[in-house]
């Protein structure tokens, strides 16, 4: 049951253009979203995180935008930067289960220059 | 370095041996989660642990694996009899105990290779 989705396996965006990386969920329980980034042979890095009664949230170059109604968030990335060359996790907590985390595949971003 | 620690970093076993991985969590973090992930797919949850204390084990295999988190030292996930189907990169997660929703801090991950 994948409850957490990115359709996208990968992504590639010239460099100084916008990223925008999707995610889509299905549990309706779900009142918190995050953004993971990670490098190859490296642990995920916290990004950036939504809470649902907020329809966006800005750090710096990331924003996070989330559309309850779709069950579907993004991630905007302006400019990108060749070192946000990595790949990208969606994840949720899932608050009622100890708040695991239920993640998607991930977005592979190659950031050209 | 105040991070999520995990040793050893690069692990291989051959069949049917023994691999243990460890994990000291954030200083001030007493939560500690486990997550697995295989190749080309996203980290699945495994165990969620607070000191002395397993919270949910859900989504740990019914046999040979393991996972406790001492009151001193570091949480620790046991594989036993390990076989191929067990290679994936292994990743240990900490958050404070704050009695609400906390970010959860991964560590560099365990690689583990069964040949």
């Known amino acids: 049951d994948q409850q957490v989705k990115q359709n996208s396996p990968s992504l590639s965006v010239q460099e100084g253009r916008i990223s925008i990386l999707n995610c889509d969920y299905t549990n309706s329980m779900f009142d918190y979203f995050l953004w993971y980034k990670k490098y190859p042979a490296e642990g995920p890095t916290f990004l950036i995180s939504?809470?649902?009664?907020?329809d966006k949230n800005e750090d710096g170059r990331f924003t996070v935008f989330l559309n309850k109604s779709a069950k579907h968030l993004s991630l905007h990335i302006v400019p990108s930067q060749p070192g946000d060359s990595a790949v990208y996790f969606c994840?949720?907590?899932?608050?009622?289960?100890?708040?695991?985390?239920?993640f998607g595949a991930g977005t592979i971003l190659r950031v050209k220059s | 370095n105040a991070g999520v620690m995990q040793n050893p970093r690069h692990l291989v076993r051959r069949r049917g041996q023994e691999a243990r991985l460890r994990c000291s969590p954030m200083?001030?973090?007493?939560?500690v989660y486990w997550y697995r992930q295989l190749p080309e797919e996203g980290l699945k949850f495994m165990v969620y642990?607070?000191?002395?204390?397993?919270?949910?084990e859900s989504g740990m295999p019914k046999e040979r694996f393991s996972a406790e988190f001492p009151k001193e030292g570091p949480s620790i996930l046991r594989i036993q009899q390990v076989v191929r189907g067990d290679s994936a990169a292994y990743f240990c997660a900490s958050s404070p105990d704050s009695g609400g929703w906390e970010t959860q801090y991964f560590g560099p991950g365990t690689r583990l290779l069964v040949l």
């Open positions: 200083k001030g973090h007493s939560h």
């Open positions: 994840a949720a907590p899932h608050m009622e289960y100890g708040n695991k985390l239920v």
């Open positions: 939504i809470s649902s009664i907020k």
């Open positions: 642990l607070q000191k002395e204390n397993i919270i949910d």
